[in-house]
């Protein structure tokens, strides 16, 4: 058995090409407009255009190499492993057939980043012996009420000095450990698209079901 799964659809050099293409589409559409139009370096005209450039290049160089920069990076699920490969190679894995802590939860974005506030961070992470595998997605509210298994998903609200006030011990545990798997995702977890994220849920609670929430 081997299913493999997505992971960081969007590869951190395809963002970076996106931001010089943005760079390069405003400096050089300045210059041109600035040129054929002599005017000054502090120009309005100048500055708009080469924004209205710098916006056109960006979104053609993004839907470009959407289309050709593929992940190389994948979840890999087999009878003995689960497991991050980058570019073919495991970098971190932890074997289904031992002692898996699985933590799932989830919590509203504060702010607009790549999606509009309010939107959920959802994730789930799978841990072995201080091996932490969290993968997440970002999700609409609608979309996270569509999904069949949302209630295995905590809610995490508050802060860590939140934490301390709890009364309830064991809901503080629940908490403390599930800050840790943040911790763990925020530094290398890997995320999926919507689609991908369910699928993969469904099949690791369907393959083993034994372990899985």
């Not at 400096?27 to 120009?43: D, E, K, P």
């Not at 959920?120 to 201080?130: G, L, P, R």
């Not at 809610?155 to 064991?170: A, F, M, N, V, Y």
Request: proline share 4%.
């Amino acid at each position: 058995m081997r299913e493999e799964f997505l992971i960081d659809p969007e590869p951190a050099g395809l963002r970076l090409a996106v931001v010089a293409a943005f760079f390069i589409g405003f400096i050089g559409g300045f210059a041109v407009l600035s040129t054929v139009f002599s005017l000054g370096t502090c120009s309005l005209i100048g500055i708009f255009g080469g924004l209205g450039v710098a916006t056109v290049l960006t979104l053609v160089t993004e839907n470009v190499l959407r289309r050709v920069w593929k992940s190389n990076r994948r979840l890999v699920v087999e009878n003995d492993r689960l497991a991050f490969e980058f570019g073919g190679k495991p970098m971190r894995a932890i074997k289904p057939g031992g002692q898996v802590n699985v933590l799932a939860w989830r919590f509203a974005t504060k702010r607009r980043t790549r999606v509009p506030k309010g939107w959920y961070m959802v994730a789930i992470n799978f841990e072995q012996d201080d091996v932490y595998l969290p993968v997440f997605t970002l999700m609409s509210p609608e979309a996270f009420d569509a999904l069949p298994f949302k209630d295995i998903f905590f809610e995490l609200t508050g802060t860590r000095r939140d934490l301390e006030k709890e009364q309830d011990l064991r809901l503080a545990g629940q908490k403390r450990r599930i800050l840790m798997a943040e911790t763990a995702r925020g530094i290398d977890g890997v995320e999926m698209l919507n689609e991908d994220f369910m699928r993969f849920v469904l099949y690791m609670r369907e393959t083993f079901s034994t372990w899985m929430p």
